[in-house]
């Protein structure tokens, strides 16, 4: 199993240590679907998550170019799972962005399946194979609303503390693990739905 660990330690100005995991250029994906088995990080100032980013930027910096999160989980509210996108029209600056939240048993303990569908028409989020967010293209070429047709990239990581995760982080915690059973990808074939 891979573990990504967040330790406290000093780097330079950083009171706490851990890994990003990014798969560009190594492995970029054009729709499909993504399952990721993981278990989270216990504990206050813990924010693993498991995103995807474009690979090229072809409709500028963030938010244009899109972010999917497949998985956002912050240690202050355990158990409490986030799936969102973030658009030029739709991010969490303006307050617009679309997002669902899943209280998840256990989900610091026991591994959980968190899953991506992604298609030209839509971007449906699953924890342990249970729909829990769905976002639709509204099909009229805007980049704004619909940044999806260009190629993202997969990233795991742990954040200490920052602006959702903290600002107060649990000395005690550390070491912090988030540990992945596995990564599958489901290339799409055909029409979606």
């Known amino acids: ?55 090229d930027w072809s409709y500028g910096g963030w938010p244009q170019s899109g972010e999917i999160d497949i998985m956002e989980h912050v240690g202050k509210d355990e158990g409490m799972v986030h799936f969102s996108v973030h658009t030029a029209a739709y991010n969490h600056i303006q307050g617009t962005q679309k997002t669902a939240q899943q209280k998840v048993s256990n989900a610091t303990s026991d591994f959980h399946l968190y ?48 602006n959702w995760g903290g600002p107060d982080v649990d000395e005690h915690i550390f070491p912090a693990a ?5 990564i599958k990808y489901y290339p799409f074939i055909g029409k979606s739905e």
Do not use: C
Request: proline share 5%; aromatic share 16%; net charge positive.
């Open 1 to 55: 199993m891979l573990h990504i660990i967040a330790l406290k330690e000093q780097r330079g100005k950083s009171r706490y240590t851990s890994a990003r995991l990014v798969t560009r250029h190594k492995k970029d994906f054009l729709y499909g679907r993504i399952e990721v088995k993981a278990k989270l990080p216990a504990g206050v100032g813990t924010w693993p998550a498991i995103w995807m980013l474009p690979t």
């Open 115 to 162: 899953r991506v569908d992604w298609t030209p028409d839509y971007i449906k989020g699953f924890f342990d194979d249970r729909e829990v967010f769905s976002f639709e293209n509204d099909h009229k070429g805007d980049y704004n609303t619909w940044p999806f047709d260009k190629k993202f990239y997969l990233l795991l990581n742990i954040a200490i503390g920052g």
């Open 178 to 182: 988030m540990v992945i059973d596995y």
